[in-house]
């Protein structure tokens, strides 16, 4: 099912699925001046090439390799739609990894991407790398109208559940956030949540729940308390979604990717300086 809204230049489809909407999950596509910023995820892919048939669009950035949001670049690429895609993603959708049963349930199996995909460079909109959620994660930045395409840079101001550490970079998402936070903007949609009212507001109140939140597990580090432990003190155990997944998405990954990267105090997944954002527009 895709439900469409307007936000003056911008459309946001709403894509769910039965199964989706039993699990509590949807994701959104954006399209602004012509151009798609992602692609859903698989099992709602007639539904999106319906959409892109009568809307014509010139190409589609992909933010990131997650399935839903790149569940149907495969699709894309086979009409001959022209993509962006930043290499490390590139790499991941060609060769897909296997996902948990909770994630193929949700969103459906992603194809490989094996058909040849026409490079597209969206004029107007900038690519800025903002590795945590991901390490190939970038979010859009239309200078214009001073508006953020997040994909899943926020999703919420208290997100305590994580992928395992070489997957999520909680402190890489923190260094993530002070970069868009820097761009002030006055719009940000995010790809589950939709606009979000007072973006900068939201946004610092989560670079502050987060760093506060690192600065308490790395002093229990030091007293040398296990992830079992600091779980229990800092979250009061962990989430629902932890069991269901089995771990996957878990309040234990975040205490692990802290502690992954307690030593040096920096990102596993360092965040590049500005001199190498894709500026499209120049
Ligand atoms: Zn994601």
């Not at 007639?46 to 190409?59: I, T, Y």
Request: aromatic residues 8%; proline residues 7%.
């Amino acid at each position: 099912m895709m439900r469409e809204e307007r936000h003056d230049d911008v459309v946001r489809m709403v894509f769910t699925t039965p199964s989706s909407r039993s699990m509590g999950f949807d994701v959104s596509t954006y399209a602004i001046r012509g151009i798609v910023i992602d692609s859903a995820f698989s099992d709602v892919g007639g539904e999106l090439e319906q959409w892109l048939d009568a809307s014509g669009p010139r190409g589609l950035i992909v933010t990131h390799y997650h399935e839903d949001h790149a569940g149907n670049v495969e699709r894309m690429a086979r009409r001959g739609l022209p993509l962006w895609i930043a290499p490390a993603t590139l790499a991941h959708l060609t060769q897909p990894s296997r996902i948990g049963w909770y994630r193929r349930l949700c969103w459906g199996v992603q194809p490989a991407l094996a058909s040849p995909v026409t490079p597209f460079a969206p004029e107007g909109l900038e690519l800025i790398p903002t590795p945590g959620h991901s390490h190939d994660h970038h979010v859009v930045w239309d200078p214009t109208t001073r508006t953020v395409f997040g994909a899943d840079l926020f999703l919420g101001v208290k997100v305590r559940v994580s992928h395992p550490p070489h997957r999520e970079d909680v402190r890489a998402q923190i260094a993530s956030l002070r970069r868009v936070i820097a761009l002030n903007p006055l719009r940000y949609f995010d790809a589950h949540r939709g606009l979000i009212p007072s973006p900068v507001a939201q946004l610092k109140k989560k670079l502050t729940w987060m760093e506060e939140t690192v600065a308490a597990i790395d002093a229990m580090l030091v007293q040398r308390l296990d992830d079992k432990a600091i779980v229990k003190r800092v979250f009061g155990g962990e989430d629902r979604i932890g069991l269901i997944t089995f771990g996957d998405y878990s309040r234990k990954n975040f205490v692990a990717s802290v502690r992954a990267t307690a030593s040096s105090r920096t990102p596993l997944l360092a965040v590049p300086d500005s001199a190498s954002v894709y500026r499209t527009n120049v």
